[in-house]
């Protein structure tokens, strides 16, 4: 055995248990054995946990002389199994930021798995310190944690937006779509950001999935501006993005800015000839065939392109297309003050081959509300119908059948109450399926709670009568 591991082993023995690292260390050195600093980083991967210890407190020194070395032998205790080296670990690479920052970038850059919360934490403490560091380790060409770095620039904030900026002309593999993931967040936060990301997005689809949100949110805010210049420079980007992000602009209809939504909504009206259709072809899902469900976040917004859209919508129930009939059928659905004129249309879809068809214009009827006096007719052809259709055009007639309930002063109240019940029995089974269509389809709160307690009414004799008398029979 060489005469300096026979030292080392000797002094690993250590004192009696129970001592500290700290107590043995000053133990070795008073004994003339105090190994080197590149003896005590060739003992952090002793197996022994205590030796290990004993090597990061040795290491816990002003300055290292071989930061590198020291470093890079520091990173995988950063996950060792003891929960003591890894805390002291991290307390003495924190100690080091300043030597400790480029071989932990290195290391990070050096592959795509060895990113951890440990490193993350460590390099957004050092905040925009670590910036230049961060961008000489990006120098290297062949990096492939490169994207890795990007993600961290990302996390420092405002100070790292000019390095993202410029980062952003990367044509390395993975890095456009690691920039857009770390400036997305930040597009409302300057101009160069959001030129940044608009200009990314124009270059590579696959990034265009991943700002777009962020840009139209912050272009809607800027559409807003009370400044006239800023306002349609704003319109005029929107514009550039294309009808395939009318769905990302009718969004910011549910903005809790009053003036965005007023802003956004003038824009809309002011492309309705362009964007509506564009509008029922974006919340078609792709594979599927089409289901009111799909379109009832159009229904939510269409209005924003103004009372005229409910013409373009009655002129397109006509489609060859049924996903365009049905994006249609349920878009009219929030023209109540236009109902009159789309009843007789929307009636007509209930001969429809598609049943979906039949569906969507039961939802809009539902919504829209009914003649009074056509019930009971209603009532008889929803019977004659196949289930599906049947069950939405009798959705629509119970719903306008509780909007009367709900519409009787309170001293006939019961009275009332009592008629629809009688008239819902005789639909026989088929009124329990209409009353829950009411209860999941109705957007109104007042409608869905009319048909849960009816529903609740109509049960109750049933319960009764299979109930067993207390007598037991006969």
Same mark, same amino acid.
């Given at each position: 055995?060489?005469?300096?591991?026979?030292?080392?082993?000797?002094?690993?023995?250590?004192?009696?248990?129970?001592?500290?690292?700290?107590?043995?260390?000053?133990?070795?050195?008073?004994?003339?054995?105090?190994?080197?600093?590149?003896?005590?980083?060739?003992?952090?991967?002793?197996?022994?946990?205590?030796?290990?210890?004993?090597?990061?407190?040795?290491?816990?020194?002003?300055?290292?002389?071989?930061?590198?070395?020291?470093?890079?032998?520091?990173?995988?205790?950063?996950?060792?199994?003891?929960?003591?080296?890894?805390?002291?670990?991290?307390?003495?690479?924190?100690?080091?930021?300043?030597?400790?920052?480029?071989?932990?970038?290195?290391?990070?850059?050096?592959?795509?798995?060895?990113?951890?919360?440990?490193?993350?934490?460590?390099?957004?403490?050092?905040?925009?310190?670590?910036?230049?560091?961060?961008?000489?380790?990006?120098?290297?060409?062949?990096?492939?944690?490169?994207?890795?770095?990007?993600?961290?620039?990302?996390?420092?904030?405002?100070?790292?937006?000019?390095?993202?900026?410029?980062?952003?002309?990367?044509?390395?593999?993975?890095?456009?779509?690691?920039?857009?993931?770390?400036?997305?967040?930040?597009?409302?936060?300057?101009?160069?950001?959001?030129?940044?990301?608009?200009?990314?997005?124009?270059?590579?689809?696959?990034?265009?999935?991943?700002?777009?949100?962020?840009?139209?949110?912050?272009?809607?805010?800027?559409?807003?501006?009370?400044?006239?210049?800023?306002?349609?420079?704003?319109?005029?980007?929107?514009? !550039?993005? =294309?009808?395939? %992000?009318?769905?990302?602009? $009718?969004?910011? *209809?549910? #903005?809790?800015? &009053? @003036?965005? +939504?007023? /802003?956004?909504?003038?824009?809309?009206?002011?492309?309705?000839?362009?964007?509506?259709?564009?509008?029922?072809?974006?919340?078609?899902?792709?594979d599927e065939p089409p289901r009111?469900?799909?379109?009832?976040?159009?229904?939510?917004?269409?209005? !924003?392109? =103004?009372?005229? %859209?409910?013409?373009?919508? $009655?002129?397109? *129930?006509? #489609?060859?297309? &049924? @996903?365009? +009939?049905? /994006?249609?059928?349920?878009?009219?659905?929030?023209?109540?003050?236009?109902?009159?004129?789309?009843?007789?249309?929307?009636?007509?879809?209930?001969?429809?081959?598609?049943?979906?068809?039949?569906?969507?214009?039961?939802?809009?009827?539902?919504?829209?509300?009914?003649?009074?006096?056509?019930?009971?007719? $209603?009532?008889?052809?929803?019977?004659?119908? &196949?289930?599906?259709?049947?069950?939405?055009?009798?959705?629509?007639?119970?719903?306008?059948?509780?909007?009367?309930?709900?519409?009787?002063?309170?001293?006939?109240?019961?009275?009332?109450?009592?008629?629809?019940?009688?008239?819902?029995?005789?639909?026989?089974?088929?009124?329990?399926?209409?009353?829950?269509?009411?209860?999941?389809?109705?957007?109104?709160?007042?409608?869905?709670?009319?048909?849960?307690?009816a529903t609740e009414r109509l049960?109750?004799?049933?319960?009764?009568?299979?109930?067993?008398?207390?007598?037991?029979?006969?």
């Open positions: 055995m060489p005469a300096g591991s026979a030292r080392r082993d000797s002094c690993r023995r250590g004192p009696p248990r129970g001592w500290g690292g700290a107590a043995l260390l000053a133990l070795l050195l008073l004994g003339s054995c105090a190994p080197s600093e590149a003896d005590w980083v060739d003992e952090l991967q002793a197996r022994d946990p205590f030796v290990r210890s004993l090597a990061l407190v040795a290491l816990d020194v002003p300055v290292w002389q071989d930061p590198d070395r020291v470093a890079d032998a520091l990173l995988p205790l950063l996950s060792d199994e003891t929960e003591e080296i890894r805390l002291r670990t991290q307390a003495l690479v924190r100690g080091h930021a300043a030597q400790a920052l480029p071989t932990v970038l290195r290391y990070v850059a050096g592959s795509v798995n060895t990113m951890s919360p440990e490193l993350a934490a460590f390099v957004e403490e050092q905040g925009a310190l670590a910036i230049p560091a961060l961008q000489a380790a990006l120098q290297v060409e062949d990096a492939p944690g490169g994207p890795q770095l990007v993600w961290l620039l990302g996390r420092l904030g405002p100070a790292a937006d000019e390095a993202l900026i410029q980062l952003s002309r990367d044509e390395r593999p993975g890095f456009r779509l690691a920039v857009a993931r770390a400036l997305a967040p930040a597009a409302s936060r300057s101009e160069a950001v959001l030129g940044a990301l608009l200009e990314l997005q124009r270059r590579d689809d696959q990034v265009r999935s991943i700002t777009l949100p962020a840009c139209v949110k912050a272009l809607a805010v800027e559409l807003a501006r009370n400044d006239v210049e800023a306002s349609r420079a704003a319109a005029a980007r929107l514009d !550039a993005l =294309g009808p395939g %992000a009318v769905r990302e602009i $009718l969004s910011q *209809l549910g #903005s809790p800015r &009053p @003036a965005v +939504r007023q /802003a956004v909504e003038s824009w809309c009206s002011a492309r309705r000839e362009q964007l509506l259709p564009a509008a029922l072809a974006a919340f078609r899902q792709p009111v469900l799909h379109y009832l976040e159009l229904a939510r917004h269409v209005r !924003a392109f =103004g009372p005229d %859209a409910a013409g373009d919508l $009655l002129t397109r *129930l006509a #489609s060859a297309d &049924p @996903a365009e +009939r049905v /994006a249609s059928a349920v878009a009219l659905s929030a023209f109540a003050d236009a109902r009159l004129p789309l009843r007789v249309e929307l009636l007509a879809l209930f001969e429809d081959p598609v049943s979906e068809v039949a569906v969507a214009a039961g939802y809009a009827l539902l919504q829209l509300g009914l003649e009074p006096g056509s019930l009971d007719a $209603l009532a008889l052809r929803a019977g004659e119908l &196949p289930p599906e259709a049947g069950v939405a055009l009798g959705a629509a007639v119970t719903g306008e059948l509780l909007r009367e309930l709900g519409r009787a002063p309170e001293a006939t109240r019961a009275s009332a109450r009592e008629r629809t019940d009688a008239w819902l029995r005789q639909r026989g089974s088929l009124q329990a399926a209409w009353l829950r269509a009411v209860e999941l389809w109705a957007v109104e709160a007042d409608l869905r709670e009319e048909a849960a307690h049960a109750a004799p049933a319960q009764a009568a299979t109930a067993v008398p207390s007598g037991g029979g006969d």
